[in-house]
């Protein structure tokens, strides 16, 4: 009875031991960036003034004889998340350690944060009601300015969950030969309806009805 007692305390205490060490390392090969747009034309015509957009890279950029980098893919994340929802202790070292799917030792990993998420600009900088109104097509031409800015050209895959998901088949159908492979993931390519569409009615209502949001107006 005591070896059984002594071995599950040593499986206990190592399990955490080894998530931190995983953990560490997708740390380790994380840095953080930020584009500058000064001028952004959104699809409806307005355009956005100096437009901050934020994104997280892991790994490192590979080159072919052209000079072009041959090893990059794109992750984007979902609606009420940001490009740190993929570092999670309990996700990231399953994705990006050595051996992971996507490990960042052979992979140049690019997560931008979409316009209003995370660290890129957002209704709640200053502008609150006055943000121009902005869509998925806003959010690929966005991550492509992203990835010009980087001098990518090619993809080897894209990824989304969710609302990412969605930005994964409107990329696809953007820039058709910019990648791949694509994944989306909890998503169709069908216009949003039923339940889906409610839970986003309630949210935007919610926002526009908050005194603090009419006030800035």
Same mark, same amino acid.
């Given at each position: 009875?005591v070896?059984?007692? /002594? ?10 031991? !080894? ?31 100096n /437009?901050?957009?934020?994104?997280? %890279? ?9 000079? !072009? ?13 940001? &490009? ?20 960042a ?13 995370g660290?890129? &600009?957002k *209704? ?26 980087? $001098?990518?050209?090619?993809l ?6 969710s609302? $990412?998901?969605? /930005? ?7 820039? *058709?030969?910019? %990648?791949?492979v694509?994944? *989306?993931?909890?998503? %169709? ?11 986003? !009615?309630?949210? /935007?209502?919610?926002?526009?009805n ?8």
């Amino acid at each position: 009875m005591v070896r059984y007692c /002594l071995f599950i305390t040593l499986v206990l205490f190592y399990f955490p031991l !080894e998530a931190e060490q995983m953990q560490a390392q997708a740390n380790e090969l994380q840095k953080s960036h930020f584009l500058k747009i000064e001028h952004f034309r959104l699809t409806s015509g307005k355009t956005l003034r100096n /437009l901050k957009l934020h994104y997280l %890279t892991l790994g490192k950029p590979k080159y072919n004889e052209r000079h !072009e980098i041959t090893n990059a893919i794109m992750l984007f994340h979902a609606t009420i998340n940001d &490009s740190s929802s993929f570092l999670q202790s309990s996700l990231a070292p399953f994705l990006f350690n050595k051996g992971a799917p996507f490990d960042a030792q052979k992979y140049y990993i690019i997560i931008p944060d979409g316009i209003g998420a995370g660290q890129s &600009s957002k *209704p709640s900088d200053g502008l609150y009601g006055q943000f121009p109104v902005y869509g998925y097509k806003d959010q690929i031409a966005a991550s492509k300015a992203v990835l010009d800015s980087l $001098g990518v050209n090619h993809l080897k895959l894209v990824l989304g969950t969710s609302m $990412g998901g969605m /930005l994964t088949w409107l990329w696809g159908e953007t820039y *058709p030969d910019s %990648t791949d492979v694509l994944i *989306p993931i909890v998503s %169709t390519p069908l216009q949003v309806c039923g339940r889906n569409f409610i839970w986003r !009615e309630m949210m /935007l209502a919610a926002i526009r009805n908050d005194p603090l949001w009419l006030w800035k107006l």
